[in-house]
C-alpha cells in the first residue's frame, strides 16, 4: 500500500538554527500539507500546497516557514530560524487527485526538538 | 467560527465492552475524518464520511449531518485498540480541522 514517508523521524537543533523537514508524498496525488502537533495539545493546521504554489496557510504559517516541491517527489517544510516554540511533531499529508471522495493520508511525523 | 469539539476526552473501558466516541462540530461540513494516533505520534486515517455509515472490520463511524453530528463506535474493544481517536472536518475548503482527541484505554 502507498504510504507518505517523512525525514528525519526526530530532528534536534538549536535556537536560531535553519531546520529542513522533509515529506514525500503518495505519487499520484496533487495536494499536500502540512500540520503541527505541540506536545499535548491538538493537530494544527500549518499550510496547503497546490500546483506548485501555497493555497492555503494559517497565522501560524509566518514568514519563518516556508514549503517547497523541490523536485516531482519531496515536499519541504523549512523554518528559517527556530524558535522554542517550534518543538512540535510535524506532520506531512497528501491528498488524492479531486477532493471528495479521498482521504488525506499522513506520513509518521517529524519530532522537532528546540533547545 | 469552525469549531470542533469530541467527547469524553477520556475513556477507559474493560476488554469487550462497546466504545463510543463523539465528535459535533460548528457549521456544515464537506467531509469528516476519523484518525487514529497511537503513543509513537503516527496518525492513521481510519474513516472518511461525508454522509450515513462506515464499517471496517470492528470500527463503524456514522456521522448525521442535520445534527452536525459524528460517532464512532468500536465493537468488542480490545487494548490494542487504546489509542487517541480524533476527529477532524473540512469546513469546504481543503484543510483539516482538528478535535482535541479522545485518550481510549482498554483494560485487559
Known amino acids: 500500500e502507498p504510504e507518505v514517508t517523512q525525514t528525519p523521524s526526530h530532528q534536534v537543533t538549536q535556537m536560531g538554527q535553519e531546520v529542513i523537514l522533509r515529506c514525500v508524498p503518495i505519487?499520484?496525488?496533487?495536494?499536500f500539507y502540512w500540520y503541527r502537533q505541540i506536545l499535548g495539545q491538538k493537530v494544527e493546521f500549518l499550510v496547503s500546497?497546490?500546483?506548485?504554489?501555497?493555497?492555503?496557510k494559517s497565522e501560524i504559517f509566518d514568514d519563518q516557514f516556508s514549503v517547497e516541491r523541490p523536485d516531482g517527489s519531496n515536499f519541504t517544510l523549512k523554518i528559517r530560524s527556530t524558535k522554542l516554540e517550534d518543538s512540535a511533531m510535524y506532520f506531512c499529508?497528501?491528498?488524492?487527485?479531486?477532493?471528495?471522495?479521498?482521504?488525506?493520508?499522513f506520513g509518521p511525523g517529524t519530532r522537532l526538538t528546540v533547545t | 467560527k469552525n469549531e470542533v469539539e469530541q467527547s469524553p476526552q477520556n475513556l477507559t473501558a474493560q476488554e469487550g465492552e462497546f466504545i463510543t466516541i463523539n465528535c459535533s462540530y460548528s457549521?456544515?461540513?464537506?467531509?469528516l475524518h476519523w484518525l487514529q494516533q497511537h503513543p509513537g505520534g503516527g496518525i492513521v486515517s481510519l474513516f472518511m464520511?461525508?454522509?450515513g455509515k462506515k464499517k471496517h472490520g470492528r470500527l463503524i463511524a456514522t456521522i448525521n449531518i442535520q445534527e452536525k453530528h459524528s460517532s464512532l463506535h468500536i465493537t468488542a474493544s480490545h487494548p490494542r485498540d487504546s489509542a487517541v481517536y480524533i476527529c477532524?472536518?473540512?469546513?469546504?475548503?481543503?484543510?483539516?480541522?482538528f478535535g482535541t482527541g479522545t485518550r481510549l484505554t482498554i483494560i485487559p
Open positions: 477532524a472536518v473540512r469546513f469546504g475548503n481543503e484543510k483539516l480541522t
Open positions: 500546497f497546490y500546483n506548485n504554489e501555497i493555497s492555503e
Open positions: 505519487s499520484n496525488h496533487l495536494y
Open positions: 464520511l461525508s454522509s
Open positions: 457549521v456544515g461540513i464537506s467531509a
Open positions: 499529508a497528501s491528498l488524492g487527485p479531486g477532493l471528495a471522495g479521498v482521504e488525506q493520508y
